[in-house]
Nanobody, 126 residues
């Protein structure tokens, strides 16, 4: 089992920045690839960013590429999402997720992930 707890959400004006963090506990964190997803009201949960078990590979949805940066610290069992140049379209509940994998593969589908956090709300005002 892996427990994931997100933090760092809040209210920010358009053009601003937020940094989300996800703390993991349980089994060996470095054996898991990590992802960030988001879900806006009335919409499907969508992939935002992912990072391989080692941190050597990261990948992004087109909608956030160039604005968001995912990183991880395996020594601290954390994964972060730095979000810059936020727009109202980024408003959603953001979730971190884990999939047991030591491959450098991209995991962009929510059904590929084994564990989920409870989510943190990000609201961007215009």
């Amino acid at each position: 089992q892996v427990q994931l707890v997100e933090s760092g959400g809040g209210l920010v004006q358009a053009g601003g920045s937020l940094r989300l963090s996800c703390a993991a506990s349980g089994r060996t964190f470095s054996s898991y690839a990590m992802g960030w997803f988001r879900q806006a009201p009335g919409k499907e949960r969508e992939f935002v960013a992912g990072i391989s078990w080692s941190g050597g590979s990261s990948y992004y949805a087109d909608s956030v590429k160039g604005r968001f940066t995912v990183s991880r610290d395996n020594a601290k069992n954390t994964v972060s999402l730095q979000m810059n140049s936020l727009t109202p379209e980024d408003t959603a509940v953001y979730y971190c997720a884990a999939v047991g994998s030591e491959l450098d593969s991209d995991y962009v589908f929510k059904d590929e992930y084994d564990y989920w956090g409870q989510g943190t709300q990000v609201t961007v005002s215009s």
